[in-house]
């Protein structure tokens, strides 16, 4: 139980256009959904938090009119990357939290990433 | 001073070694505290979860939390190579939201 899909694992895009990443939590309710960017060799770094049916919460730095997230049920949550550039290139993760089957408490719950170059 | 340290190794070790990775921590108001394993361009998944001071033991991993000298451990008992990772520490910032601030991960190789 407690998975969370991505798709597309992998995209390649030209610098100009933009990206749209879904993430999904298959078998249970996400109440929060977070949005992660991973360079090589480097931590995960928080990008955005998202709550279904609100706006997401941006780490400072993120520019929101570039990552734009829309979280629009429990099960899914997209993050589109506008006018995607060449420094856009990174390992894109999100997570869902909630409660799983069979879990005593909240815990957050990792996708597979999805690797984003553009050339 | 980032909020969550750790040294990204490699950390190389033989089979069966016992393996300890720490992390130091600056914000001591926060509690909780979780380990996550990365394989190579997968997602995280969580090995453990601990809230304040003490051990917890789960199969060969214990996690260990210091909170005197905010300092954090994992052992990892009678390493394999399917061990093999990256493994992330990870604060809790409370207050309800429970967001996480990760650590940059330490590599470790265990090799037959």
């Known amino acids: ?119 | 001073q980032k909020e969550v340290e750790q040294d990204p190794g490699p950390l190389s070790v033989p089979e069966g070694a016992i393996v300890s990775l720490n992390c130091t921590y600056s914000n001591s108001a926060f509690q909780y505290f979780m380990w996550y394993r990365q394989y190579s361009r997968k997602g995280p998944e969580l090995l453990m979860y601990t809230y304040s001071s003490g051990n917890k033991e789960d199969g060969r991993f214990t996690a260990q939390v210091d909170k005197s000298s905010k300092y954090i451990s994992l052992f990892i008992r009678d390493s394999q190579p399917s061990d093999s990772a990256t493994y992330l520490c990870v604060q809790l910032r409370g207050g309800g939201s429970y967001i996480p601030t990760f650590g940059r991960g330490t590599s470790l190789i265990v090799h037959p």
């Open chain 1, 1 to 119: 139980g407690a998975v969370v899909s991505q798709h597309p694992s992998w995209v390649i895009c030209k610098s100009g256009t933009s990206v749209k990443i879904e993430c999904r939590s298959l078998d249970f309710q996400a109440t929060t959904m977070f949005w992660y960017r991973q360079f090589p060799k480097q931590s995960l770094m928080l990008m955005a938090t998202s709550n279904e049916g609100s706006k997401a919460t941006y780490e400072q730095g993120v520019e929101k009119d570039k990552f734009l997230i829309n979280h629009a049920s429990l099960t899914l949550s997209t993050l589109t990357v506008t006018s995607a550039h060449p420094e856009d290139s990174s390992f894109y993760i999100c997570s869902g939290a909630g409660l799983a089957p069979g879990r005593a408490y909240n815990e957050q719950f990792f996708g597979p990433g999805t690797r984003l170059t553009v050339l």
